[in-house]
């Protein structure tokens, strides 16, 4: 994600009074990013969302299906991991 980018998002964010700002006092570069008690409840709700849907998706798969797709999602998750181990700043590597 490029910076600006990141930037406009957060902007946003703050803006829905989902996060707050704080400078680092001890590095002005760094800045410390919470959630609201509003971002809170809006993570919980948007959780329990992807719960249902997650289950509406995967709720008429047989158990061998089920088997299937989580050893399908373990290999990609472990070919992530090898990729940030390669790039360990991130998977945009281009070199």
Do not use: I, W
């Amino acid at each position: 994600m490029r910076k600006g980018s990141l930037t406009t998002l957060l902007d946003s964010l703050e803006s829905m009074g989902l996060v707050g700002r704080k400078r680092d006092e001890s590095d002005r570069r760094r800045t410390q990013l919470s959630l609201s008690a509003e971002g809170e409840k809006y993570f919980e709700h948007m959780m329990a969302r992807h719960g249902q849907l997650f289950y509406s998706l995967f709720s008429e798969l047989s158990d061998d299906d089920h088997d299937k797709c989580l050893a399908g999602m373990t290999q990609v998750v472990e070919v992530m991991k090898k990729m940030q181990q390669e790039a360990p700043h991130g998977l945009n590597k281009t070199t």
